[in-house]
């Protein structure tokens, strides 16, 4: 569920930035705030795609989903770190507070033994 | 306590009884041999403190008499033998050196011919590791180390011995320890080439190792062998220890197999491929801190932290050598390719050359780790110390704890008697407590609510919680020695009724060949190993060169890739993933509360504040 909440959150963003590039007159070396705006919109993109499919792993209860999870989370906070030591856009801090939460959920004890590998199908034998 | 009683010929057909077979790997040059034609072609050699070695006694003169004696000796002084000559090769001209080179190649030629290495050392472990590891042979360049045609001219020498004479012959001892018999096989190998044959960690003169076989004696007098122990580099105690009827321990009729590790020969129940890693601990006051920080994470934080063994536990790096003890070469011993030979005995009175020669076996390098210098002999350690091998078998096999067993049920006894007895005196001692405590609380309450005694009320408060402790830990330690005496009992029951321990329960970390699926490393992974660090290297200096404007960004992209990349052959991914995580997690935290410090701590008290606040109604509500 929060990982659906969290693509939509990047969709909408990344839409948002996507509406906001004048593609005719895009030019890399002069208008900065376009290059950026673009920039977002392609290094969001990863991430994205990389959270819908941890979700819907994880909706199938398969094991992969938690390290797609995980590789989406650290992605989404690398880019973050990068967009702030560059440009500082206000957007980036909820989205660092959500992946940091979020690293820490899955991280936790409780997560990580469910999906540490050959747990889910004991798991269920025992169930 | 320490007695060697039986007569030699005893002695020999005891030795003879459990003589091990061993099984070396194909393309092993050297094969357990006497000690008399090996000493014959040394050169004795005197190391004295700031000053050049001296020869004493040249190749063909020293004898095992000559050897005991140990000329030249003063303090700091090193005696030790030279086996190998370059000139062993050819006299120290053009055509000698040519035929050096022709002896090193055909070597070669034949070991790569041979002996084919195990896919992945390198892959099994992480790129610290391999960096170390790195070090560790350019650190040879400057460290003492035995020059690299040694190997061939010790299997010229070897090769020459052999054709006088072929043996393969071990040396035999036989003493009484603590209860039991112990037989202690020493097998001598002219030379170590494990490093230069087999991408091992070293390469020295002369190689000592040792085989026991624990006996128990019953009243009869007769002789049961019931415990076997193998050397394996400077590892000792339990895990070394195998019971006579552990399935892992190999036998031919009486006499247990021992695979070699190819050029290292140190001793394995089974045959396969062992990674032995050299681990290097942390300095202690960052490996307390490092303790420390994945205590917080875990307990405070509920944080996983892997299974504890991941990182090496208090070692956090190690470098890897496999010990290739494959058992598919020549074997020695009942049912092999070769009969050993009458063994030579090393009886009582102990002959000079073991006892008076406190020297080295072969060249000393000088190295500071000591791992390309000889061994000294079965006595003696490098340092010239009596080696526990030699005076307390039985301890260094880890079984002084165990009594044989003719003597266990007598141990039980006595130890339940012991128990029996303290249970008495602390039951009496309990008794004398309890009514002193009694007495105690008596006057406490008849003192209660008088001012004038006040002093000594609080007096006799303290006394009684000093005494109700006591009379605690006594009841304790009583239920304790109780519980334990029952335990003995039952025990000493199911021996009588014949039951035995388990064979294993002894074993915390038995040293275990590497499985099918650690022996799977693709041809890809293992090319990724050997080249990524170099690659990894490379690429940092390229980076630095070409693209300075982007220097950090660049650096951080490809540790990222090298990472990653390692990581997914060597199955880390998870690993790497939660790590790299928890430190982007960690600076994004940092900078949020950077930014927003006044704003998160008006934050704070505003959710502590309406969290009590929906408290405090939820109770008001009820």
């Given at each position: 569920?929060?990982?659906?909440?969290?693509?939509?959150?990047?969709?909408?963003?990344?839409?948002?930035?996507?509406?906001?590039?004048?593609?005719?007159?895009?030019?890399?070396?002069?208008?900065?705030?376009?290059?950026?705006?673009?920039?977002?919109?392609?290094?969001?993109?990863?991430?994205?795609?990389?959270?819908?499919?941890?979700?819907?792993?994880?909706?199938?209860?398969?094991?992969?989903?938690?390290?797609?999870?995980?590789?989406?989370?650290?992605?989404?906070?690398?880019?973050?770190?990068?967009?702030?030591?560059?440009?500082?856009?206000?957007?980036?801090?909820?989205?660092?507070?959500?992946?940091?939460?979020?690293?820490?959920?899955?991280?936790?004890?409780?997560?990580?033994?469910?999906?540490?590998?050959?747990?889910?199908?004991?798991?269920?034998?025992?169930? | 306590?320490?007695?060697?009683?039986?007569?030699?010929?005893?002695?020999?057909?005891?030795?003879?009884?459990?003589?091990?077979?061993?099984?070396?790997?194909?393309?092993?040059?050297?094969?357990?041999?006497?000690?008399?034609?090996?000493?014959?072609?040394?050169?004795?050699?005197?190391?004295?403190?700031?000053?050049?070695?001296?020869?004493?006694?040249?190749?063909?003169?020293?004898?095992?008499?000559?050897?005991?004696?140990?000329?030249?000796?003063?303090?700091?002084?090193?005696?030790?033998?030279?086996?190998?000559?370059?000139?062993?090769?050819?006299?120290?001209?053009?055509?000698?050196?040519?035929?050096?080179?022709?002896?090193?190649?055909?070597?070669?030629?034949?070991?790569?011919?041979?002996?084919?290495?195990?896919?992945?050392?390198?892959?099994?472990?992480?790129?610290?590791?391999?960096?170390?590891?790195?070090?560790?042979?350019?650190?040879?360049?400057?460290?003492?180390?035995?020059?690299?045609?040694?190997?061939?001219?010790?299997?010229?020498?070897?090769?020459?011995?052999?054709?006088?004479?072929?043996?393969?012959?071990?040396?035999?001892?036989?003493?009484?320890?603590?209860?039991?018999?112990?037989?202690?096989?020493?097998?001598?190998?002219?030379?170590?080439?494990?490093?230069?044959?087999?991408?091992?960690?070293?390469?020295?003169?002369?190689?000592?190792?040792?085989?026991?076989?624990?006996?128990?004696?019953?009243?009869?007098?007769?002789?049961?062998?019931?415990?076997?122990?193998?050397?394996?580099?400077?590892?000792?105690?339990?895990?070394?220890?195998?019971?006579?009827?552990?399935?892992?321990?190999?036998?031919?009729?009486?006499?247990?197999?021992?695979?070699?590790?190819?050029?290292?020969?140190?001793?394995?129940?089974?045959?396969?491929?062992?990674?032995?890693?050299?681990?290097?601990?942390?300095?202690?006051?960052?490996?307390?801190?490092?303790?420390?920080?994945?205590?917080?994470?875990?307990?405070?934080?509920?944080?996983?932290?892997?299974?504890?063994?991941?990182?090496?536990?208090?070692?956090?790096?190690?470098?890897?050598?496999?010990?290739?003890?494959?058992?598919?070469?020549?074997?020695?011993?009942?049912?092999?390719?070769?009969?050993?030979?009458?063994?030579?005995?090393?009886?009582?009175?102990?002959?000079?050359?073991?006892?008076?020669?406190?020297?080295?076996?072969?060249?000393?390098?000088?190295?500071?780790?000591?791992?390309?210098?000889?061994?000294?002999?079965?006595?003696?350690?490098?340092?010239?110390?009596?080696?526990?091998?030699?005076?307390?078998?039985?301890?260094?096999?880890?079984?002084?704890?165990?009594?044989?067993?003719?003597?266990?049920?007598?141990?039980?006894?006595?130890?339940?008697?012991?128990?029996?007895?303290?249970?008495?005196?602390?039951?009496?001692?309990?008794?004398?407590?309890?009514?002193?405590?009694?007495?105690?609380?008596?006057?406490?309450?008849?003192?209660?609510?008088?001012?004038?005694?006040?002093?000594?009320?609080?007096?006799?408060?303290?006394?009684?919680?000093?005494?109700?402790?006591?009379?605690?830990?006594?009841?304790?330690?009583?239920?304790?020695?109780?519980?334990?005496?029952?335990?003995?009992?039952?025990?000493?029951?199911?021996?009588?009724?014949?039951?035995?321990?388990?064979?294993?329960?002894?074993?915390?970390?038995?040293?275990?060949?590497?499985?099918?699926?650690?022996?799977?490393?693709?041809?890809?992974?293992?090319?990724?190993?050997?080249?990524?660090?170099?690659?990894?290297?490379?690429?940092?200096?390229?980076?630095?060169?070409?693209?300075?404007?982007?220097?950090?960004?660049?650096?951080v992209f490809s540790i990222a890739f090298f990472a990653f990349v390692e990581a997914g052959f060597r199955g880390r991914l998870v690993n790497l993933v939660s790590s790299a995580n928890i430190?982007?997690?960690?600076?994004?935290?940092?900078?949020?509360?950077?930014?927003?410090?006044?704003?998160?701590?008006?934050?704070?008290?505003?959710?502590?504040?309406?969290?009590?606040?929906?408290?405090?109604?939820?109770?008001?509500?009820?």
């Amino acid at each position: 569920m929060l990982l659906i909440l969290e693509v939509i959150g990047l969709v909408l963003l990344g839409g948002y930035e996507f509406l906001q590039v004048d593609w005719r007159g895009i030019d890399l070396e002069s208008q900065q705030d376009q290059a950026v705006e673009l920039a977002v919109f392609a290094l969001f993109i990863p991430s994205a795609v990389l959270t819908l499919l941890s979700a819907l792993s994880f909706l199938f209860l398969q094991r992969r989903g938690w390290l797609l999870a995980a590789i989406a989370q650290g992605l989404s906070l690398a880019v973050c770190l990068w967009l702030y030591s560059w440009f500082q856009p206000g957007y980036v801090y909820p989205i660092m507070a959500y992946c940091i939460l979020m690293i820490l959920y899955l991280n936790s004890q409780d997560v990580r033994v469910v999906f540490r590998p050959g747990q889910s199908h004991q798991a269920s034998h025992e169930n | 306590m320490k007695t060697e009683s039986p007569g030699v010929e005893v002695k020999t057909a005891l030795l003879r009884r459990f003589e091990p077979v061993i099984r070396s790997t194909t393309g092993d040059k050297f094969y357990p041999l006497d000690v008399e034609p090996y000493v014959r072609a040394c050169s004795l050699w005197v190391q004295r403190p700031g000053e050049e070695a001296v020869c004493v006694v040249p190749g063909g003169e020293l004898s095992l008499d000559r050897l005991a004696q140990q000329p030249m000796d003063e303090a700091g002084a090193v005696h030790f033998l030279k086996f190998t000559d370059t000139e062993d090769l050819g006299p120290n001209s053009r055509g000698g050196r040519l035929r050096m080179f022709r002896r090193r190649a055909k070597d070669r030629k034949e070991s790569t011919r041979a002996f084919r290495a195990g896919r992945g050392r390198l892959a099994r472990v992480g790129y610290f590791s391999r960096f170390v590891d790195a070090l560790y042979s350019i650190a040879l360049l400057a460290r003492g180390r035995v020059p690299g045609e040694s190997a061939a001219a010790a299997s010229v020498a070897y090769e020459r011995i052999m054709s006088e004479h072929e043996n393969y012959r071990y040396h035999g001892r036989v003493l009484r320890q603590d209860g039991w018999v112990v037989l202690q096989y020493w097998l001598f190998y002219p030379f170590n080439d494990w490093r230069s044959g087999f991408f091992g960690a070293n390469d020295h003169e002369a190689d000592w190792e040792k085989v026991m076989v624990f006996l128990s004696e019953s009243e009869s007098g007769e002789l049961r062998p019931e415990w076997v122990a193998y050397a394996a580099h400077n590892y000792t105690g339990d895990n070394l220890r195998r019971r006579w009827d552990d399935p892992e321990v190999e036998k031919v009729g009486e006499h247990p197999v021992i695979y070699v590790g190819a050029g290292s020969h140190a001793s394995y129940y089974a045959p396969g491929e062992y990674l032995t890693e050299l681990t290097l601990p942390l300095p202690s006051p960052l490996a307390r801190v490092t303790r420390a920080i994945r205590t917080f994470w875990k307990t405070r934080l509920g944080q996983y932290v892997g299974d504890g063994e991941e990182d090496g536990g208090s070692g956090y790096f190690s470098i890897p050598f496999v010990d290739y003890a494959r058992g598919d070469g020549l074997s020695v011993g009942e049912g092999g390719d070769k009969t050993w030979d009458e063994p030579r005995l090393i009886s009582d009175p102990t002959p000079d050359w073991v006892s008076g020669y406190r020297g080295l076996w072969g060249l000393y390098a000088r190295d500071p780790f000591e791992g390309e210098d000889a061994p000294a002999g079965p006595m003696y350690n490098r340092d010239k110390s009596v080696s526990r091998a030699w005076y307390g078998p039985v301890g260094w096999a880890g079984l002084d704890k165990v009594a044989p067993p003719t003597e266990m049920l007598e141990a039980i006894l006595q130890q339940r008697a012991d128990i029996v007895s303290r249970c008495g005196a602390l039951r009496a001692e309990i008794d004398v407590k309890s009514r002193q405590l009694k007495k105690v609380g008596a006057e406490l309450a008849a003192m209660r609510d008088r001012s004038h005694l006040d002093a000594p009320y609080k007096e006799g408060t303290r006394r009684v919680a000093e005494l109700s402790g006591e009379l605690d830990r006594l009841r304790g330690k009583l239920a304790t020695d109780e519980a334990v005496s029952e335990s003995l009992a039952e025990y000493s029951d199911r021996l009588r009724a014949g039951e035995r321990d388990q064979a294993r329960a002894h074993i915390s970390r038995a040293h275990t060949p590497a499985s099918e699926d650690e022996l799977r490393v693709s041809r890809v992974a293992e090319t990724w190993a050997a080249i990524s660090v170099s690659l990894m290297l490379i690429s940092f200096v390229g980076i630095a060169m070409f693209e300075r404007e982007h220097l950090i960004s660049m650096l951080v992209f490809s540790i990222a890739f090298f990472a990653f990349v390692e990581a997914g052959f060597r199955g880390r991914l998870v690993n790497l993933v939660s790590s790299a995580n928890i430190g982007l997690a960690v600076v994004a935290t940092l900078i949020i509360i950077y930014e927003f410090f006044w704003q998160l701590v008006v934050a704070t008290v505003l959710v502590i504040g309406l969290y009590v606040l929906w408290d405090n109604l939820r109770e008001l509500r009820r």
